[in-house]
T-cell receptor, first 115, second 111 residues
Framework: NAGVMQNPRHLVRRRGQEARLRCSPMKGHSHVYWYRQLPEEGLKFMVYLQKENIIDESGMPKERFSAEFPKEGPSILRIQQVVRGDSAAYFC?????????????FGSGTQLSVL | QKEVEQDPGPLSVPEGAIVSLNCTYSNSAFQYFMWYRQYSRKGPELLMYTYSSGNKEDGRFTAQVDKSSKYISLFIRDSQPSDSATYLCAMMQGGSEKLVFGKGTKLTVNP
């Protein structure tokens, strides 16, 4: 049973480019969460999605960031016009049902570097 | 005041030592308390979770929650070099889906 799969593992972008980060949850999991880990900082919640629905995006920056979890395919975190401050590790996590956010399974993350 | 405070260490101990890791918090609405282990360049892995106050034991690991003091602890007995990692505490309000993490404590267990 594969765990939470994230790709790419490393992504290098120049300032102003777009970054797309993908996350496939564990099999049978329909709840996806994105967290960001900045250097010297703890993990910060960004967004919580269910299939075709954004449930809570209170941790997402107001501009340039968007997330989706379509009916088919992986969840995508999209960052437009990246800036150096977006450099961080982005982690996706999943849970099987509602009210299980205290038992999240995390992927290995995507390390985004903005030049 | 940050919602969750965790001493980043680093903490270095000899193999076989008892390790104590701690976090304090300010939000009295937190009801779920988790400890994650994160190896270098990997995602966090859930070690234990506790609902409300009390103790929970799993093998060499014991988690304690003292809600009156807003203080949680993780004890590792008979520590092994394979326990070398960063340990993250995380907390969540009931009815919420958002975890609030500490910054993590980097632990090294020396053979």
């Amino acid at each position: 049973n594969a765990g939470v799969m994230q790709n790419p593992r490393h992504l290098v972008r120049r300032r102003g480019q777009e970054a797309r980060l993908r996350c496939s949850p564990m099999k049978g999991h329909s709840h996806v969460y994105w967290y960001r880990q900045l250097p010297e900082e703890g993990l910060k919640f960004m967004v919580y999605l269910q299939k075709e629905n954004i449930i809570d995006e209170s941790g997402m920056p107001k501009e340039r960031f968007s997330a989706e979890f379509p009916k088919e395919g992986p969840s995508i975190l999209r960052i437009q016009q990246v800036v150096r401050g977006d450099s961080a590790a982005y982690f996706c996590a999943s849970s099987p049902i509602l009210d299980e956010a205290h038992k999240l399974f995390f992927g290995s993350g995507t390390q985004l570097s903005v030049l | 005041q940050k919602e969750v405070e965790q001493d980043p260490g680093p903490l270095s101990v000899p193999e076989g030592a008892i390790v104590s890791l701690n976090c304090t918090y300010s939000n009295s609405a937190f009801q779920y308390f988790m400890w994650y282990r994160q190896y270098s360049r990997k995602g966090p892995e859930l070690l234990m979770y506790t609902y409300s106050s009390g103790n929970k034991e799993d093998g060499r690991f014991t988690a304690q929650v003292d809600k009156s003091s807003k203080y949680i602890s993780l004890f590792i007995r008979d520590s092994q070099p394979s326990d070398s990692a960063t340990y993250l505490c995380a907390m969540m309000q009931g009815g919420s889906e958002k975890l609030v993490f500490g910054k993590g404590t980097k632990l090294t267990v020396n053979p």
